[in-house]
């Protein structure tokens, strides 16, 4: 049977303000008009059955991420004790599938992404899901790229090897980190690559061997966690099990070393909203004639493609400013160049220094 | 006897989101530690007794202005019932200056002015004070310009007629506008203008004659409101008399007219504060290392040359911006180009057609 695993532990330190140790990425209206987890949640319908479907996060975010899936069939839920990276979190969610579904295949995907269509979405992960289940196969879903992009990783694909539901299937020749811009170009021309989506299918058994044989010590870990589920030892185990565990991921453990890989070219609308630039141009169809993006009450005079989101109580007004983001919070308010929205992290990481901690 | 007659009926809508049509420029504390208001009362303490030093505005700002004087003994205040301009308002004051004392001389000064240092001041204070306490004179005080400023008008300075408190005093050639860049630098280079401070001193009789002279309908008003001071229908004609006046400014009904003028040499340190870009100019001792400006709770992460105010609550977080103002309240937050500083004005007149009154 099929099990969704929906990685949600992150904080998303770059969408700051917004986004705070208790109100993570996966939680916020990003994209969409709900909140990413609950529209990550909805793309599974009729794909995965909700009983089915289990949210992995930390214990901070369980109340949140439960708040922000009402009103629907709450899924399951595990909170991780601690970060250990996504090698850890998905033999987590493997040895719960096991427990309760030895062949389970188990597709593993982030919560805070924004794709569509949800139609197309479906088909191309059921043709991965298919794949999975009758091979031992580690199937990724590699996003055709509409353009260079320097931020995201890559999937240099083989030979192709199957097509299901109009969704051709390869070999995968290897992973690609971050290329330079130059590199990107070259990729994007050679159409051999992918981006790597982060969206993973295989049987929970095909996963779990990988990691015992890549990982000896985090599969020991798994397998003493497996058999404290269910029974009155298992919080306690689980954490004395994944407090000594080395950070690492799922790519850098398994992925890059595996031999048996397979991608599915996913041709629906991908991005990882990686930040509040990230945000403009996903929301760039609801641009005026400036360019500009705004939500809640505001005023803009000789102002250009700049996003500005406040709420209707707070006024906020900017004049004579262009590739501006404003994001106005009840506590707190960002204002960054749009070529900086990667450092926003780099100042919740300040506000962490000075503890600042009512502000993260 | 000398009285003092402040003028604090702008509403200063340059320092929007802080100023509003109820928390006028005047009662702001910019540019000291202390709101403009009481800034200017206290300046001239030693030099105009409080009790007779009135604040001339209008009835909305009596309240907040009231507010901002405190702690202190209180001044007069007289309340217009319409703004109708300068003229008006000091032809106002002179009449009541001349029911309570008919040779008094009246040193009329605006609120909303950051002047230095105090003690300097009021030597050329007494200097105008004498001048015009022993002539018939309209004594106006003209500021040295430190740079050829193109937002102030300026004073054309005739020959030398005296020498008060080591303060030069000249025959008035005539007023200008404010001048283009090259025409600012001639004046700079010539030495023979001044800025025109607004800060005036007459008597009370010689500023009333000026404007029976020049504005005879004006003057034939201010008698009718004369005639009912101090008794039941006070408030009643002033209403009546006010309501249909011209509007118009003093240095247009009366300077560019009168033949005896008079100007102090002021070699204080003066600045009328105009926009949020003037505060940055006027803050610019506070300034870190990299130009900022910052009071509240803040956090610059590579920003150049920027204003930022807040208060210990709400934090702003900046990123890759150079000269930018950002100014946060409560309910309203700016963020604008130092360039565009004059536009906040237009900002708020847009506001005023949306009819966003609460942020007025």
Redesign the interface.
Known sequence: MIHATIMAGGTGKRF??QSRTKRPKQVLSIGGPRPMIAETLLRLEGLVPVERTTIITNAEQVAPIMDAVRPGAPPNIIAEPFGRDTAACIGLAAVHVRHVDPDGVMLVLPADQVIGPPERYREVMAAGIQIASQSDALVTFGIKPPYPATGYGYVHRGEPVAEVNGAPVFDVHGFREKPSREVAEEYLESGDYYWNSGIFCWKASTILHCLERFTPELYAALLRIEGAIGTPTEDTVLREQYEPLERISIDYAVMEKAETIRVVEADFHWSDVGSWASVARLRADEADGQGNVATG?S?L??VEDTLVL?DD?????????RD?I?V?TD???????R??AE??K??VD??EK?K?DA?L
């Open positions: 700051w303000p009450l005023e005079i000789d406040t109580d707070h006024l906020v007004g900017v004049i004579g400013l501006v404003v106005h506590d707190a308010t960002l204002v960054c160049s070529d900086s450092h926003v780099q100042l300040a506000l000075k600042l502000y």
